[in-house]
Nanobody
């Protein structure tokens, strides 16, 4: 299984960025996909997730500014980030909780991370 991320970069405060992540490989089913972020000295924190049924969950700090949704190609998740703030600066990691054909249960897979930098 491979999670490939794209879309990070440098943007001024108030700007927008769009992160994309596509899961590929021997995937039997996906329970949920989402985005987490880490800043130096801090733990990994949830940004947003979306289940296979379309139910979403957001961190309080991004509600009203970020939107997560599923897109084509299949097994792709998008994080649209608007009204970015300097405190959104972090490495963003894509997550997929999925089951492969050779497993009986779901487990977490992670992307390599993409840097988002918001300048003030």
């Amino acid at each position: 299984v491979q999670l490939v991320e794209s879309g990070g970069g440098l943007v001024q405060a108030g700007g927008s960025l769009r992160l994309s992540c596509t899961a590929s490989g021997s995937i039997y089913s996906i329970n949920s996909m989402g985005w987490y972020r880490r800043t130096p000295g801090k733990q990994l924190e949830l940004v947003a997730t979306i289940t296979s049924a379309g139910r979403t969950n957001y961190a309080d700090s991004v509600k009203g500014r970020f939107t997560i949704y599923r897109d084509s190609p299949e097994n792709t998740v998008i994080l649209q980030m608007n009204s970015l703030k300097p405190e959104d600066t972090a490495v963003y990691y894509c997550n997929a909780r999925l089951r492969t054909y050779d497993s009986y249960w779901h487990k977490d897979y992670w992307g390599q991370g993409t840097q988002v930098t918001v300048s003030s």
